[in-house]
């Protein structure tokens, strides 16, 4: 298949016009122009998913977060970033992101934690102006203390990443959530009658504000909710994809979660 018929397929699905402006998704980095036959898919790119891609000799990486955010003033060895960029070059591997249009676009991340929690009515958030957010019914009531062990299962992560501010024991009928970062919309998703909201990167102040308005947060952290991308985009870019395009999608597996569950030991003197 060649670059750019490969793009126009990832683009039918999450098309580049969704996202934000301080958004950098599409092409990061472009080698070829000719024929790609393998592809890896990841969250995003670190040394490991480079050495991955070489190994299984794939000519793109598609990632949901962007490797490059900011305009890039110099390639420097010495730097991570420079790093990656020289290795990608060396090892003629082209990067591919598609990080906002596919949190948005129907189908794309949150859509798909509302399959994943086999909600019932998952539509986008009325109150939610920019597209992100997305509110679902729970097919039988149970608390929200409750569905933060429903919600690790489905994700599949340790609930031990979790935080809550709330009450434990509210009985919850309506969820509202958005993947990654979406504090921001934690009253968008009170004024749209939400019992709980779920997202990731929660701050101190924002999960303060959750219980002076009585409102449920559940914090699953930023990669719980986005780890799910690789999974659903390889899902959604196969039904795009012929036999006689000879391109395989290859699943990173690559753990990039950057968190380490610990325990403290406390040692007597």
Request: charged fraction near 20%.
């Amino acid at each position: 298949m060649k670059l750019d018929a490969f793009a126009a397929k990832i683009e039918t699905i999450a098309p580049l016009a969704l996202q934000e402006s301080w958004d950098h998704s599409g092409w990061q980095l472009r080698l070829t122009d000719g024929e790609i036959h393998r592809v890896l898919i990841a969250l995003e790119i670190n040394e490991q998913v480079i050495d991955e891609a070489i190994a299984v000799r794939a000519e793109v990486i598609l990632t949901h977060h962007p490797l490059l955010f900011s305009p890039l003033r110099e390639v420097d060895c010495n730097t991570v970033i420079g790093n990656q960029m020289i290795k990608l070059i060396q090892n003629r591997i082209s990067v591919y992101a598609t990080h906002t249009p596919f949190d948005k676009c129907s189908g794309g991340n949150n859509d798909y934690i509302g399959k994943l929690l086999q909600l019932q009515d998952v539509q986008p958030m009325e109150t939610d102006t920019e597209g992100f957010c997305r509110c679902g019914l729970l097919t039988q009531g149970m608390t929200a203390a409750d569905f933060a062990g429903y919600a690790a299962e489905a994700l599949g992560i340790d609930q031990r990443y979790f935080s809550f501010a709330g009450m434990p024991d509210d009985r919850l009928h309506k969820i509202g959530w958005c993947s990654g970062a979406g504090a921001e919309f934690l009253d968008a998703a009170f004024d749209a009658g939400c019992d709980l909201f779920l997202t990731g990167d929660v701050k101190y102040h924002t999960a303060q504000h959750a219980r002076d308005i009585g409102m449920n947060l559940l914090d699953c952290g930023h990669y719980a909710t986005e780890a799910i991308f690789c999974e659903n985009m390889k899902e959604l870019l196969a039904a795009h994809i012929a036999p006689q395009d000879d391109l395989q999608l290859l699943l990173s597996q690559v753990d990039l979660n950057p968190f380490v569950l610990s325990e403290i030991m406390y040692v007597s003197g």
